[in-house]
């Protein structure tokens, strides 16, 4: 049996401080560069960060209190858990995920995914629940020169604009008037129970209209749902004579999906082709797909964190800039190779030298079992 000697114990000891320093050496080779379109994103990141905090500053000149156990960044787009024009449950998560600034970076990016040029049409499907991420579509939307056909939904689930008094229709006219935005609602809905304001007490549905009646845009409101996404899909189509170049869908309007169940049945991010079988109720998101429309959907926002490695619920929110949708990290490869080469040199030698002392040693034996 070979005995390592002291001398192959030293040059194992070496081979692995040899390894450490090599690594450090690669770890610290990485480069950071910067992703496509690094301007236009990190500009839509800072237009966001300023949409917010006029909105913020807006809501403290009212006097309006703040709650920072929900919204610890006090951005004043976290609303209450439950108000007369509440619709669902709603993730504070979610919605504390959405503030971050750099959604507006990742929208152009999904923008730009989608082949878009200036002066685009993109119909955009907005909901209350996540006032945030419909300021980012904007803010990216602006940036880029597109131009939206926004319909919205006033009705919000938890944690969403739920103030009464001031409603994702509010924000929307507010940041317009601001001159923050170039974009208006060509039209809303109560949002909620079959896109009528079901669910909602006949207090709650008559202050959404009220909220749609002072920030003078259209109420779409049928009879049924199916009449309602008819009618929605009609006004989309009717508002200009140039095709449709991407439908943004943010959120889970049942105008937009046609049933809550369809808005879990396709992952979140930009779908080219959308298959629509088997989908009793379409709404516009769906006819649109029909039309061979690509589909940009953002319901499942922490997934959409992960794959641009956003934080989620992030305290304090992140600055423009930050985060894998503006550079990418890469290794030095010339490094990587010189130090991998290094060690299997490194390696062979330490092995052809083990295998010497081997001989050696076994020699020495042989020896001394003839005397």
Do not use: C
């Not at 049996?1 to 040059?11: N, R, T, V």
């Not at 496509?36 to 994103?41: L, S």
């Not at 934080?311 to 930050?322: D, F, N, R, S």
């Amino acid at each position: 049996m070979f005995i390592p000697s002291a001398k192959s114990k030293l040059s194992l000891v070496i081979l692995l401080l040899v390894a450490i320093i090599l690594f450090i050496w690669s770890y610290k080779s990485r480069v950071f560069i910067e992703e496509k379109y690094f301007e236009e994103k990190l500009s839509a990141a800072q237009l966001m960060q300023e949409a917010e905090q006029v909105i913020r500053e807006f809501r403290l000149s009212q006097n309006v209190f703040i709650d920072e156990n929900n919204d610890p960044n006090k951005t004043a787009l976290i609303g209450e858990k439950e108000t007369k024009i509440t619709t669902d449950r709603g993730s504070l998560e979610s919605k504390l995920t959405t503030l971050n600034p750099n959604f507006g970076a990742v929208i152009v990016d999904y923008f730009k995914k989608a082949k878009l040029k200036k002066g685009d049409l993109v119909a955009v499907s907005l909901t209350a629940s996540m006032p945030a991420l419909n300021i980012a579509v904007m803010s990216a939307a602006k940036v880029l020169d597109l131009d939206l056909v926004i319909i919205s939904s006033v009705g919000a689930s938890m944690f969403g604009a739920t103030d009464p008094d001031f409603t994702w229709l509010d924000i929307e006219t507010l940041l317009y008037d601001k001159g923050i935005f170039p974009y208006k609602s060509i039209a809303a809905s109560l949002g909620g129970g079959r896109d009528l304001g079901r669910g909602l007490s006949k207090i709650g549905r008559d202050l959404i209209i009220e909220a749609v009646r002072r920030n003078n845009v259209p109420l779409v409101r049928e009879n049924s749902l199916e009449k309602n996404i008819q009618e929605k899909m009609s006004l989309f189509s009717n508002y200009s004579d140039k095709e449709m170049k991407l439908y943004v869908n943010i959120g889970g309007g049942l105008s937009s999906l046609g049933d809550a169940i369809n808005g879990k049945l396709l992952s979140p991010g930009l779908h080219r082709y959308v298959s629509t079988k088997n989908i009793p109720i379409k709404g516009t998101m769906f006819l649109f797909a029909e039309k061979g429309i690509p589909i940009l959907h953002l319901l499942n926002i922490p997934k959409v964190a992960e794959i641009y490695d956003l934080p989620i619920a992030p305290v304090p929110l992140p600055e423009p800039g930050i985060g894998k949708v503006f550079v990418e990290e890469y290794h030095n490869i010339t490094v990587t190779a010189i130090s991998l080469g290094i060690m299997i040199i490194l390696i062979v030698i330490v092995i052809l030298f083990d295998h010497k002392q081997q001989k050696f040693t076994e020699k020495e034996i042989n020896i001394v079992n003839k005397d």
